[in-house]
């Protein structure tokens, strides 16, 4: 989980920002939340993601909150830069 997120912020601080939103989407989130969705809340594959870093649901579901936002945020430097 550490190098995971030491990439992402490793991407951020070079402002490599579609890289880090897209690590953030498909690769980070899904093992926070153990959900598969795309930006739209939309699943993808079977929606499910088989082994979660965090398996407690009320957990999962504020990580999904920290997620979207922070990916707002990714898409917010996107448009800056």
Request: aromatic share 2%; charged share 25%; with cysteine.
């Given at each position: 989980?550490?190098?995971?997120?030491?990439?992402?912020?490793?991407?951020?601080?070079?402002l490599v920002f579609l890289d880090a939103y897209n690590k953030m989407l498909h690769d980070i989130k899904p093992k926070l939340?153990?959900?598969?969705i795309d930006e739209n809340e939309n699943q993808w594959g079977n929606g499910v993601f088989k082994n979660p870093w965090v398996e407690d649901s009320i957990f999962q579901e504020e990580l999904l909150l920290?997620?979207?936002?922070?990916?707002?945020?990714?898409?917010?430097?996107?448009?800056?830069?």
């Open positions: 989980m550490d190098e995971k997120l030491t990439a992402l912020k490793h991407m951020i601080d070079t939340t153990g959900l598969k920290d997620c979207n936002e922070l990916l707002g945020f990714i898409l917010i430097l996107m448009s800056l830069n």
